[in-house]
């Protein structure tokens, strides 16, 4: 009776759970009923949404960039961090933290206005292959979870992006990919500030990071986007253990996530291994604290 | 036959170009036509969407709580600028700029959670009574602008409010008074850090302006919270000719509108002398740039 809703999901006690939980919580006679104006559901996109393996799509982005910024920066050659990223020299990147990769990937990011940054991003996109699965980047988002995007709204859920990429990078492609307008996405930022060409005001992006969207600051950003309690939250790593806290300490019903990449053959199987973006902590308290923990192997019958 | 269509609007020259506007850009034939996803519009609040007069909403309401705390902290009465604001000392207030209002009200914004917070501004509606106009502040909205708000959602646009109000105090009656969600609320913000209550983390609001939301800060936020260009923009003060003029500085077609409070009968004429949130720049620039003069006395047939 399930097969038609969430298609690429299996027939097992998650899909059941998300299921019963949005059924719930729309029933006006039922005393876990949530008005629609409170159904918030918050994603993580890095490994959440769309495939990081073997490296976040705007760190793949960026790798692209720099070659181009090192053909007419020679001196960039010799100097760390950028030596690392443009010889792909893996090993030493996996010592990188997700931040210092940010701060690097804001620095990489010169465009100077956000129409030369957006068509930056959407050329690379019309262009780029990834590496592994050899199919554009607009492809390279998980299948179950643009359904479960897609079943939400038809459920009067708002649904947001709430991620550690950068806020503009996604925009370009949220709507396309995932349904998700601009102002529903929620990431790491730039500053900006506004210079005047005669009365005409010009948004100019400085090369510096502002707010770097991990971890509690992922909390205090959507108390600064959103304003409201989300009661349905998606992750995958401990950068979105605070998000799923901050979820399930509000009243009433509401449901956390968190994607397990243990499929090798269709993705990729890693968890605390991955350095940029370990996921340890948060599988550890998982099931003490009623996060439901998605296995990709078993509980999805599609990836992409 | 635009009768039905914004009603509390006059058939003037104004109401139609509005009308000729939305048509036009809905006009999937039409050059002119914009895409669902591009059709944004921003409308500043105090002075636009609800009356500022004598005083900003959320600075009545301060006025209301600073006495609670006057009697909290008793050398409050005598020291600046909270004299001032307890005795509502009219003429010492109006010489404080926005900046100083808004960085004192966060002062007095003495809640250390959101919901502690959100329950003092609802508790504060439900009971105050304007000033002047006697009635609850739920009423003090002006009508023509919320059928405009209501007649472009149903046109597919998605409206926001960027305000240099505090941005949660907003968000508490916005989806009531306006049928905008609390996410679509754009203001002036203050700083948050997370705290642990165990393993639940906690928002706490600090007393501490962090993005004060006028005049260049407005088009800042705009890309931080929207991440596209408006294409209709309403305003009414200086503190709003920054993001009109980035509206009407993008491609294609779009609009740019300034209420002027030229309505002592029905509510108050004032502009320049009004030291809070003046009107004078942007009055002078209007014709030359293309913005257009909404005058309260002769285009509204009804303002509450």
Redesign the interface.
């Known amino acids: 009776m399930t097969n038609n809703i969430l298609p690429s999901w299996n027939d097992t006690e998650i899909k059941r759970s998300v299921l019963k939980f949005i059924e719930r919580i729309s029933d006006k006679d039922s005393e876990d009923f949530i008005p629609e104006?409170n159904r918030i559901a918050v994603f993580d996109n890095d490994g959440t949404l769309w495939t990081e393996q073997p490296f976040p799509v705007q760190l793949l982005f960026a790798l692209d960039r720099i070659k181009e910024l090192a053909e007419l920066n020679p001196e960039m050659k010799n100097s760390q961090p950028f030596k690392a990223f443009i010889e792909k020299d893996i090993k030493t990147i996996s010592t990188f933290s997700k931040k210092d990769i940010m701060t690097f990937l804001f620095k990489t990011h010169d465009a100077k206005t956000?129409e030369e940054f957006e068509s930056n991003v959407k050329h690379w996109f019309e262009n780029a292959v990834h590496p592994r699965f050899k199919f554009s980047f607009y492809d390279s988002v998980f299948k179950p979870q643009v359904e479960l995007l897609q079943y939400l709204r038809e459920n009067d859920f708002?649904t947001?992006i709430v991620s550690g990429g950068g806020?503009?990078f996604m925009?370009v492609v949220s709507?396309k990919i995932y349904g998700i307008?601009?102002?529903?996405?929620i990431g790491s930022?730039g500053k900006?500030?506004?210079e005047y060409e005669g009365?005409?005001?010009?948004?100019t992006r400085l090369p510096e990071l502002g707010s770097f969207d991990d971890r509690?600051e992922k909390?205090?950003n959507i108390?600064?986007?959103?304003?409201?309690r989300p009661v349905f939250a998606f992750g995958n790593s401990d950068g979105d253990l605070?998000m799923l806290?901050?979820t399930l300490?509000g009243e009433g019903l509401k449901m956390a996530l968190l994607i397990h990449h243990d499929d090798s053959e269709r993705e990729v199987a890693y968890d605390k291994d991955f350095k940029i973006s370990p996921l340890k902590e948060a599988l550890d308290?998982a099931e003490a604290?009623g996060i439901n923990v998605v296995s990709m192997k078993n509980d999805w019958n599609k990836v992409f």
């Open positions: 104006e956000p708002k947001f806020i503009n925009r709507e307008s601009s102002d529903r996405v930022s900006t500030k506004i009365s005409k005001p010009l948004i509690e909390v205090n108390y600064l986007h959103i304003g409201k605070a806290r901050y300490a308290v604290e």
